[in-house]
């Protein structure tokens, strides 16, 4: 049985998702899994409570078990992604190299597009190779506000 819960962060609302025990998304807006229950189980609400810390800025890491639904390769670049140290950013071509397969840049674009589980996957940290910002499932607002708070801190 899968299970959701809604809650608000900066950012907006968030909906949560798991099953069998482990964490399978994580999503900016209200977006409930097909026949997923609306159920506040532990794991949802320690979800809630690490996204918290980690908007409040006490939070770097994230201790839940997760279960991302993808191909090999998504896996292996969502796997990369979990590498990339907090307040740091990695280019496409990076991750790329890290999953085995140096030059599927656009395919790394494809992955973190798919990924199913925000900010705890931390897609937001990828960039151009020129440092630019470049697409992200929840708005490019959202992962300048993502990265801004990894280099700044938690707002006043």
């Known amino acids: 049985m899968q299970y959701y819960l809604d809650f608000m962060?900066?950012?907006?609302?968030?909906?949560?998702?798991?099953e069998d025990g482990a964490l399978i998304a994580l999503d900016f807006g209200l977006k409930p899994p097909f026949g997923a229950q609306r159920k506040e189980t532990p794991l949802l609400l320690e979800t809630k409570k690490q996204i918290e810390e980690y908007f409040a800025g006490s939070r770097r890491a994230f201790t839940l078990t997760l279960a991302p639904r993808g191909t090999d390769f998504?896996?292996?670049?969502?796997?990369?992604?979990q590498t990339i140290p907090y307040g740091e950013t990695r280019s496409y071509r990076q991750i790329a190299a890290q999953?085995?397969?140096p030059q599927?840049?656009?395919?790394?674009?494809?992955?973190?597009?798919?990924?199913?589980?925000?900010?705890?996957?931390?897609?937001?940290?990828?960039?151009?190779?020129?440092?630019?910002m470049t697409g992200y499932g929840g708005g490019l607002d959202k992962k300048?506000?993502?990265?801004?708070?990894?280099?700044e801190g938690a707002p006043a």
């Open 104 to 132: 599927a840049m656009r395919a790394v674009g494809g992955a973190n597009h798919a990924n199913p589980i925000s900010i705890i996957i931390p897609c937001h940290r990828v960039i151009g190779a020129d440092g630019s």
């Open 99 to 101: 999953a085995g397969s």
């Open 9 to 18: 962060c900066p950012l907006g609302p968030m909906t949560a998702a798991e």
């Open 74 to 81: 998504q896996k292996r670049v969502w796997q990369a992604l």
């Open 144 to 151: 300048e506000a993502l990265l801004r708070l990894e280099r």
